[in-house]
């Protein structure tokens, strides 16, 4: 099942597994230490897919400017099996609808540029290393 919430609308025990979630996969199987919870929570939407096992996929949208889409994961033991085109597709319409024209920004891991462009997302930067991890920077923007 799929779930669209803003931060006061999440118990504290999905914030709990959604947190499990974000570490297990950027602290832990990236073996990359950093302040994973960065304060930016509380003024995101986050949209994340459940099933009986708990959250599978989930992502966050920053509603800061400006807006950007971030923490897009989808658990080690369901991946390959297409919940990351479905996670980015809930998102893009969540864009859709409530940013409008709006240009959204995303900086994502550069293994995935190419998944990310698949949306509609355009490069910005050159590859850069964040925490030891190849990154780039890209945006976008409703035609």
Request: proline share 2%; aromatic share 10%.
């Amino acid at each position: 099942m799929w779930h669209i919430k803003a931060f006061e609308e999440l118990d504290g025990s999905t914030l709990e597994e959604i947190y499990r979630l974000r570490v297990a996969v950027f602290v832990v199987e990236q073996e990359c230490p950093y302040q994973e919870v960065d304060g930016k929570d509380a003024n995101c939407t986050h949209i994340y897919k459940t099933d009986d096992t708990g959250i599978v996929a989930y992502l966050r949208i920053v509603h800061e400017t400006p807006v950007s889409i971030g923490r897009v994961i989808v658990r080690q033991d369901c991946r390959k099996i297409g919940l990351g085109q479905e996670l980015m597709r809930k998102a893009m319409d969540f864009v859709h609808t409530n940013h409008q024209g709006e240009c959204i920004y995303l900086h994502g891991q550069a293994h995935l540029e190419k998944f990310y462009q698949s949306f509609g997302f355009k490069t910005t930067s050159e590859v850069h290393l964040e925490d030891g991890i190849p990154h780039v920077d890209m945006e976008y923007k409703e035609n």
